[in-house]
């Protein structure tokens, strides 16, 4: 019986997807501030070996921070191509299986608003 045990864990084993071996990664940080308020600028250059990222609007912050991966990002709440950060709120460039390796803009309407941004590789 525990030979059939065995073998039969080690069918199951053998049909299910194994994921991938994780090695350690170091974030490269691209956080900052915005340099003019109203004004997108590019956080993470377009990267076709980006494996993940991610941006955060701090917790602390008195407004919304915009993104776009698909053009520059405005501060016009609604806008087609920005995902609308409220304070504490993240976007992520992963999106199901798949990871967006476009330029990644941000905007804020106040100069000097902070975000936080990391992107792995």
């Known amino acids: 019986m525990k030979v059939i045990s ?3 864990c080690a069918s199951v084993f ?3 997807p194994r994921l991938a071996s994780s ?10 501030t915005i340099t003019a308020g109203g004004t997108a600028q590019t956080v993470m250059a377009l990267n076709t070996s980006r494996a993940g990222c991610w941006i955060q609007n701090p917790a602390n912050a008195q407004e919304d921070l915009y ?11 609604g806008a087609p191509d920005d995902a609308d950060l ?3 709120a993240v976007w992520s460039c992963v999106q199901g299986s798949n990871v967006i390796q476009s330029a990644i803009s941000v905007n804020a309407a106040t ?4 975000f936080i941004a990391k992107e792995t590789q």
């Open 6 to 8: 065995l073998v039969l």
């Open 14 to 16: 053998a049909l299910v």
């Open 23 to 32: 090695a350690a990664v170091t974030p490269t940080d691209r956080g900052g």
């Open 67 to 77: 993104v776009s991966s698909t053009a520059s990002a405005s501060t016009t709440p």
């Open 86 to 88: 409220a304070p504490g």
């Open 111 to 114: 100069t000097n608003h902070a």
